[in-house]
């Protein structure tokens, strides 16, 4: 039981470049996140989804894209990258009964310059 | 807009002594309440939980207590140990299940 996995760890992006992030839970969760956490502050959402096929903005999704074909996928899409997009991104997910708790991957560090 | 806070960005405890790390929020319809412990350069990793119709609840070395009228919430820590040295968030959940509200965090920083 791998949990949230990330990739990729590390990545640097030229400004206007595109790229995407892989997120995977492998605990059959329904709903999952995606936060960024600029340096020596909280985490902001991004985009969430609540099951296969629905997904909805959080508190920062301009410039970003999901989408949520699987139960297992989360992918986050970034189009023309931005310096203001440099930031560490952590992909999370819960199940859907019982605890509220997320489970929070190991992050992608982005740079772009 | 509703907001989580903190009141000390950073903490330092002597090993072995007792931490107690806080946390304001505004948001007076928060009925669920998390901490997280970061480590540096991993992902946020979950400690414990408390809702709102809880006062206290405690876990191993951790106690979180709520209290309601002030709004404030805080993470206690037994016996601080040099593991313990990280960044702590607190988190509120308030209207949808779906969504959590994190705060700046706090470092704690335990000395030998």
């Known amino acids: 039981n791998a949990g949230v996995t990330q990739t990729p760890k590390f990545r640097i992006l030229k400004i206007g470049q595109s790229m995407t992030l892989q997120c995977t839970q492998d605990m059959n969760h329904n709903y999952m996140y995606w936060y960024r956490q600029d340096p020596g502050m909280g985490l902001k959402l991004i985009y969430y989804s609540v099951g296969a096929g629905i997904t909805d903005k959080g508190e920062v999704p301009n410039g970003y894209n999901v989408s949520r074909s699987t139960t297992e996928d989360f992918p986050l899409r970034l189009e023309l990258a931005a310096p203001s997009q440099t930031s560490v991104y952590f992909c999370?997910?819960?199940?859907?009964?019982?605890?509220?708790?997320?489970?929070f991957g190991p992050g992608t560090r982005l740079t772009v310059t | 807009g509703e907001s989580v806070g903190l009141h000390l960005p950073t903490l330092s405890v002597q090993e072995g002594d007792n931490s107690i790390i806080n946390c304001a929020y505004s948001n007076s319809a928060s009925d669920y309440f998390i901490w997280y412990k970061q480590e540096s350069g991993k992902g946020p990793q979950f400690i414990i939980d408390i809702r709102s119709n809880m006062d206290k609840r405690q876990g191993q070395r951790v106690t979180v207590l709520l209290n309601k009228t002030v709004k404030h919430l805080s993470l206690q820590i037994a016996a601080t140990q040099p593991g313990d040295s990280a960044v702590y968030f607190c988190?509120?959940?308030?209207?949808?299940?779906?969504?959590?509200?994190f705060g700046t965090g706090t470092r704690l920083q335990v000395t030998l």
């Open positions: 988190a509120e959940k308030s209207g949808t299940a779906s969504k959590l509200t």
């Open positions: 999370a997910s819960r199940g859907l009964a019982g605890a509220l708790e997320q489970y």
